[in-house]
């Protein structure tokens, strides 16, 4: 069809008249400014030259965390993602969609409830912090009550969003402060209140220091609040689950499970409650069922999002899961087992203390907490953090993130990941060049 056909049967004469409605004085009045078009091969080469100013883990070693972590993912992981049927598939709308489809999805929920020590888990959210928002919104919707209490010790780009929702929710959040790298238990006592809907901890915390989470869900539940935990999934190889220490929901960031860093995204945000909070949970969830046939099957069960049901009894206005993000999730922990995932948490756990204690051995270092960490840490350096993260990029090695720009208190201070990928030479290496300055 050419355009004076399609212009005629929007009943246009000209292409002018299309955009009649946009001001003279804001439209463009020549041509745009682009180059000359460039063969296949000429843009090859361009693209790649750009890509080149980025720093990429193929040549780089990576001493940095702080929410994204640098773990192996086996390559049978992107070869299943890359399947067509996969890969060009987008989150499922409709409940009869295709059965493997579902099934993935429903294999990532079981895992996930596994994990969690949760009862139920629903198909994924955007990433961890966006959970953990919709978590705070499941509490002060349950208990009918305005205000959530946050530890100071959770990602600090989270709690930014926790306060984004917040406030266009009429919601108070009040932060609760720390004491050597934990949650201060007696301000948490002196803070919770009969307004309290939801006491949010992150474990292992931002800092890498493991919480109380026994003693804070007794403190949450005496005062009738949920308790709202933010995990990372691999310390779940080796640490009691969330749920049998006392947790109402758990949610976390998904994307050490199999995905990579990819300069920031796209990651995905698992959330799973007890069964209590079932009608209650944002997104989507597959369930399992029998078809005509007696075959076993699966279907979407329960959507409460706005665009199935009414938006006043919507519980969330997130309208996607990360089903490609969750499907990596799902084939790394199937390839792993559960003897592998606590390999790969034991193996963080070794490497990160064997750095610590090479580290702190310098005079160019000292400990900033005492409390136990998993694979991260925090130091003190007698240099600014950024100033020695430059000089190890000169040596091709990302270093740990200066925990100063979010927490001013913390003068010099450098948090530090390290994960199964970092061998012992590695390490030695970072240690060398870190403590030369």
Not at 251 to 261: D, H, K, T, Y
Not at 413 to 429: H, N, P, Q
Request: aromatic share 8%; hydrophobic share 40%; glycine share 8%.
């Amino acid at each position: 069809m050419s355009q004076q056909e399609m212009l005629n049967q929007i009943g246009l004469g000209t292409v002018e008249e299309l955009f009649g409605d946009i001001p003279q004085e804001v439209r463009l009045s020549r041509d745009l400014n682009l180059p000359v078009a460039l063969s296949e091969f000429e843009l090859l080469n361009h693209t790649q030259n750009l890509s080149r100013k980025n720093l990429n883990l193929n040549d780089h070693t990576c001493f940095l965390g702080a929410g994204a972590y640098d773990h192996f993912i086996p390559s049978a992981v992107d070869a299943l993602l890359s399947r067509q049927e996969f890969y060009t598939a987008y989150t499922p709308y409709q409940p009869e969609i295709s059965q493997g489809m579902l099934q993935a999805i429903f294999e990532f929920q079981t895992m996930i409830c596994e994990l969690t020590g949760m009862d139920i888990a629903n198909a994924s959210m955007y990433d961890g912090a966006s959970a953990l928002a919709e978590a705070m919104l499941l509490a002060c919707q349950s208990q009918k009550r305005q205000e959530v209490l946050v530890a100071r010790t959770v990602h600090p780009e989270s709690r930014e969003v926790l306060k984004t929702y917040a406030k266009f929710r009429g919601l108070t959040v009040r932060e609760v402060g720390y004491l050597d790298g934990q949650l201060n238990i007696q301000e948490l006592k002196e803070t919770v209140t009969s307004d309290t809907a939801a006491i949010i901890v992150q474990n292992p915390n931002f800092f890498g220091t493991m919480e109380s989470l026994g003693e804070i869900g007794e403190i949450a539940h005496n005062n009738k609040a949920l308790f709202i935990v933010s995990a990372d999934p691999i310390s779940l190889g080796i640490l009691k689950s969330p749920g049998e220490l006392g947790a109402d929901i758990v949610v976390g960031e998904g994307q050490s499970l199999g995905n990579p860093l990819n300069f920031g995204g796209p990651y995905l945000g698992f959330f799973a409650v007890k069964e209590k909070l079932l009608r209650k949970i944002p997104g989507r969830i597959v369930g399992e069922t029998k078809d005509k046939n007696g075959n076993r099957s699966f279907t979407l069960t329960i959507q409460t999002r706005e665009q199935h049901i009414r938006r006043e009894k919507a519980t969330s206005n997130i309208c996607s899961n990360q089903a490609l993000n969750a499907l990596a999730a799902t084939i790394y922990l199937t390839l792993l087992g559960k003897q592998g995932l606590k390999e790969v948490a034991l193996l963080s756990l070794q490497k990160s203390h064997y750095a610590f204690e090479q580290l702190t051995s310098h005079d160019n270092f000292s400990p900033v907490f005492s409390s136990p960490f998993f694979k991260e840490f925090v130091i003190q350096s007698v240099v600014s953090p950024q100033e020695l993260n430059r000089k190890l990029l000169d040596h091709k090695i990302i270093g740990g993130y200066p925990l100063e720009q979010t927490y001013p208190e913390l003068t010099n201070g450098w948090l530090v990941a390290v994960t199964e990928k970092r061998t012992k030479e590695e390490i030695d290496s970072f240690v060398l060049k870190a403590g030369g300055q």
